[in-house]
Structure formats: C-alpha cells, structure tokens
T-cell receptor
Framework: LAKTTQPISMDSYEGQEVNITCSHN???????ITWYQQFPSQGPRFIIQ???TKVTNEVASLFIPADRKSSTLSLPRVSLSDTAVYYC??????????????FGAGTRLFVKA | GAGVSQSPRYKVAKRGQDVALRCDPI?????LFWYQQALGQGPEFLTY????????KSGLPSDRFFAERPEGSVSTLKIQRTQKEDSAVYLC?????????????FGPGTRLTVL
C-alpha cells in the first residue's frame, strides 16, 4: 500500500503562496494523487486530484513530477480561512473494484494575519 | 441537494454498551466508506461498500465492529461492548463510483465518547 509523508505543520501569512509537498515513493502505476482539506469538527473536503504533470482548479494547483514519487499542493494567496489540515493521499484500487483510502497525519497549515 | 448526513452527531456511551452509528450517503452514490479519526490524527479507513457488498473490511479494529448496508444506500456501523479506546470521530463518505480517481464526499462525523 502506498503511504505518504507530509510536513506536520506549516505557518504562513495572509496573501502568501503556500506549497505543501507530499512524498509517496511507493505509488502504483494506476494510483491517483488526491488532496483533501479538513476544518475542525467537519469531514474532509476534496481540493484537487491529479495523475501527472500539473493540474489547476479554482482553488489550488497540483504539481507532480515525472517519477510521481512526490507531489506539491500550491495554494495561491492564502487567507485566514485556509487555516486547516491538508491531507495528501494515494488511491489503492483493489482487484475487486474497491478503493481503500489511506490518509496520513496531514499538514496543519496556520495562516496568520 | 443534500450531502452526506450522519446521526447522531454526538454519542456518549458507558463502557460495555453497544452503539449504532448511521450514515445517509448522497443518493445514487455507489460507494460508501467508514473511517475512524482519533483526536489530532488523520482518518483511518475502516471498511468499504460497493452498493450492498462489503468489499473491504480490513480496517475494522476488532470483531466488535460491524458494518452493513443492506439495501445499498443507508449504512450502519455498529460497535459492540464499547471500550474507551473506541472514543473517536467516525466519518462516513460516499462517492459516485469508488475508483481511485473518484472524489469522496464526507459527512460531518459522529463523535463517540466512551466513559
């Protein structure tokens, strides 16, 4: 099973760009890389997903190098409301068609004014 | 449209009691997941359903934990003879397909406290 490693915590200031890198050395060929955001007392929320190169949506960008052993979530111009825990996960699709999701400990991002 | 809902939101149980936690997934979603999240930790996978079939229960910590989804929609996670170490937030998520590239939609969780 592919596991992930992320920094435990990061601090930033409002308006800055934040990059959170995740390592997943054992990623399988068919695995996708997904990032979730979690606020206190809420369930995680999907942010972005990618397989290789770069993906961008309205809230973030995801950079994946050619070897796919790591990925970087980029949050442009963060605000106080971006203070949350960010999880990087790699999908493990079972032969039976299921999908076992492995969350790590996540990265606690604290945005300061 | 309604998202994933869970009930109760909070549950306090005495050690040794049985509890049942309910999850109402998004209508039409094929896949349903249960997770356990301890304080300060990431969610830990418990079990996975595709429609009514439980395809993976490898994350259930003991045989005191049992999950079902008899009609392929609502799911119940049951914990028998609760122990203090069962105290956690139990999250339910659903997804339309359940493949490795399918977004999971999470409920707010049920916070279980075992005294």
């Amino acid at each position: 099973l592919a596991k992930t490693t992320q920094p435990i915590s990061m601090d930033s200031y409002e308006g800055q760009e934040v990059n959170i890198t995740c390592s997943h050395n054992n990623i399988a060929t068919n695995d996708y890389i997904t990032w979730y955001q979690q606020f206190p007392s809420q369930g995680p929320r999907f942010i972005i997903q990618g397989y290789k190169t770069k993906v961008t949506n309205e809230v973030a960008s995801l950079f994946i190098p050619a070897d796919r052993k790591s990925s970087t979530l980029s949050l442009p111009r963060v605000s106080l409301s971006d203070t949350a825990v960010y999880y990087c996960l790699v999908g493990d699709t079972l032969n039976t068609g299921g999908f076992k999701t492995i969350f790590g400990a996540g990265t606690r991002l604290f945005v300061k004014a | 449209g309604a998202g994933v809902s869970q009930s109760p939101r909070y549950k306090v149980a005495k050690r040794g009691q049985d509890v049942a936690l309910r999850c109402d997934p998004i209508s039409g979603h094929v896949s349903l997941f249960w997770y356990q999240q301890a304080l300060g930790q990431g969610p830990e996978f418990l079990t996975y359903f595709q429609n009514e079939a439980q395809l993976d229960k490898s994350g259930l910590p003991s045989d005191r934990f049992f999950a079902e989804r008899p009609e392929g929609s609502v799911s119940t996670l049951k914990i028998q003879r609760t122990q203090k170490e069962d105290s956690a937030v139990y999250l339910c998520a659903s997804s339309y397909y359940g493949t490795g590239r399918d977004e999971q939609f999470f409920g707010p969780g049920t916070r279980l406290t075992v005294l």
